[in-house]
């Protein structure tokens, strides 16, 4: 399997994980990193929420799973480049999509896909379903992932979702040590050294920025932030890249940033939109 980072990003309902998975992707991508998200929520799919004006040309994450076989062309063909994010790719279920559309598919399937996945991006971000008995997908990545982000809030229905879950990631399969607490969205006046003693302690903090509740309504997730709470926020995004890429890892991105800067005519330096559009006009009839 390609060493290529694996991070799976999981919480309850409504803590921020493809907030944070998006602003993950764009750190990741500010530092010429080549990114995959896979959004794996099929009971509400987020890609049309980040993406509105891509909808109509947006292949299904379900459509994918359900193919006879996988193959790098075929993810290459279901991933959704960013226009405005040049190294960041998406594949995830589109709007309309329910979870009994496409037909089920096995654990095989699903570790084919991320191994697939592994071998296309500098870096994978998986974008759980917080119910993963509903979705093997998010549950095979949190096995295979080589670093947890597990986002919590700072409320009850949080609570009650990590105690209903804590006798499952027990099990010897998730590798809770390779698990970051995160405590995410908190505002000004919660008590948020309580919350983390429940849950074990947090690693780190990502604060409710008013900036991001806009961004979020007005589907404007890869937007950039500014003022004095978002460069809180943005510190807290750093700090978890830090805790979830080797250091080797980032080194190859610093001499990937350099080389870019010094040949822009050097084809293995390409980003992952230009990648992903020298196999799409094939398989979509744009092009010869």
């Given at each position: 399997?390609?060493?290529?980072?694996?991070i799976?990003?999981w919480?309850?309902?409504g803590?921020?994980?493809t907030?944070?998975?998006?602003?993950l992707?764009?750190?990741?991508?500010a530092?010429?990193?080549?990114v995959?998200i896979?959004?794996?929520d099929a009971?509400c799919?987020?890609?049309?929420?980040?993406?509105?004006?891509?909808?109509?040309?947006?292949?299904?994450?379900?459509?994918?799973?359900?193919?006879?076989?996988?193959?790098?062309?075929?993810?290459?063909?279901?991933?959704?480049?960013?226009?405005?994010s040049?190294h960041?790719?998406l594949?995830g279920?589109k709007?309309?999509?329910?979870?009994?559309?496409?037909?089920?598919?096995?654990?095989?399937?699903?570790v084919?896909?991320?191994?697939?996945a592994?071998?296309l991006?500098?870096?994978?971000l998986?974008?759980?379903?917080?119910?993963?008995?509903?979705?093997?997908?998010?549950?095979i990545?949190?096995?295979?992932?080589?670093?947890?982000?597990?986002?919590?809030s700072c409320?009850?229905?949080?609570?009650?979702f990590?105690?209903?879950?804590?006798?499952?990631l027990?099990d010897?399969?998730?590798?809770?040590?390779?698990n970051?607490?995160?405590?995410?969205?908190v505002k000004?006046?919660?008590?948020?050294?309580?919350?983390?003693?429940?849950f074990g302690?947090?690693?780190?903090?990502l604060?409710?920025v008013?900036e991001?509740?806009?961004?979020?309504a007005d589907?404007?997730?890869?937007?950039?932030?500014s003022?004095?709470?978002?460069?809180?926020?943005?510190?807290?995004?750093?700090?978890?890249?830090?805790?979830?890429?080797?250091?080797?890892?980032?080194q190859?991105a610093?001499?990937?940033?350099k080389?870019?800067?010094?040949s822009t005519?050097?084809?293995?330096?390409l980003?992952?939109?230009?990648?992903l559009?020298?196999?799409?006009?094939?398989?979509?009839?744009d092009g010869q």
């Open positions: 399997m390609s060493n290529k980072p694996l799976a990003v919480g309850n309902p803590s921020g994980k907030l944070t998975t998006i602003k992707a764009k750190a990741l991508a530092k010429k990193q080549n995959l896979l959004c794996c009971l799919p987020s890609t049309s929420t980040i993406l509105p004006q891509a909808a109509k040309q947006q292949r299904s994450l379900g459509e994918l799973l359900s193919l006879p076989s996988l193959t790098q062309e075929e993810l290459l063909r279901y991933a959704l480049p960013l226009d405005d040049p960041i790719a594949i279920y709007k309309g999509d329910t979870a009994y559309m496409y037909a089920s598919y096995n654990r095989e399937r699903a084919d896909l991320l191994t697939l592994r071998h991006a500098d870096v994978i998986v974008d759980c379903s917080s119910y993963l008995s509903a979705d093997p997908l998010s549950t990545a949190l096995e295979l992932a080589d670093t947890v982000f597990r986002l919590h409320e009850l229905k949080s609570l009650m990590y105690a209903s879950y804590l006798p499952l027990t010897l399969r998730f590798r809770r040590s390779l970051v607490s995160v405590l995410s969205n000004v006046g919660q008590n948020e050294k309580e919350y983390s003693q429940v302690g947090i690693e780190v903090t604060p409710y008013t991001l509740e806009q961004q979020t589907a404007r997730l890869l937007d950039d932030l003022g004095k709470d978002a460069k809180t926020y943005l510190s807290g995004v750093e700090h978890l890249i830090q805790l979830a890429l080797p250091e080797e890892h980032q190859v610093k001499s990937k940033d080389s870019s800067k010094t005519s050097n084809t293995t330096t980003n992952l939109l230009n990648w559009k020298s196999f799409l006009p094939k398989r979509r009839g």
